[in-house]
């Protein structure tokens, strides 16, 4: 299977991801974020990875934080709140030389292909936190990534989701999904690793987190943290 295998098309721009920035400029916040504001009281200081749109840190503004965003799109980033700090850059390579109370790393972003790519993630993650921070991650569902089948995925304000292809080898799952809305319509061509749980708490661990906490049934979101002195 080919690794790395991120590709877009249709409409518009797409970022490296393959990710078209005309489908998430369209996209709603869809409550993504509401199980975690415990963690988000106003004021926290959020820095938020992978942020396209803003769709999630329009949400995050509203609760009164203060946000830094971060992606490697400038097209998707042109959408993007102002009233964040937006940066444009590679996550993996993200020196900002400041520390946030929070550091989330959602989309599932978490499932890239290649293990070296997924520690330069969590090392970021960990560079930017504060001592007494939280780190918040998403993975992909993993039912979804083991189940998904050729066929519709699911339709939402308009927008059409259908799985066109899918193979599974040796814990990489290669989809192209195709994205169907008012005569427009998208590809989404990419390869993600499956992390199961032992898997994801090892690397969160050798990236320097403990705590690691699952927030959800369906376990996808993870909060962690670094160790306590004493
Ligand atoms: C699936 S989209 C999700 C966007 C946003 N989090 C949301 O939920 O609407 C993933 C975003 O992560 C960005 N991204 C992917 N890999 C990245 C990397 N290595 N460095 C910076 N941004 C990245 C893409 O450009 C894209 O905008």
Redesign the pocket.
Known sequence: MKIDAFFGEGPGAQ???G?SVEV?RS?PYAG?IEHLSEYLEPGTSVLEL????G??TRRLLSMGCVVTA????DE?LAYAPTEAKLVL????QLDLGEKFDVVML??G?INHPKPEVRSAFLGAAAKHLGANGIFILQRQDPAWLSTAAVGPAGEANGLAVRVETVSRTNGLVAMTLRYDRGGESWLHSFTLAEVDETMLELQIGSAGFDSVEWLDTRRCWIKAGFPRAG
Not at 50 to 53: D, F, P
Not at 70 to 73: A, E, Y
Not at 89 to 92: L, Q, R, S, V
């Open positions: 970022a490296q991801d990710c998430y996209s993504d992978g942020c396209g749109t769709r999630v971060v992606d490697n799109s998707m850059a590679d996550i993996e959602g989309s972003l």
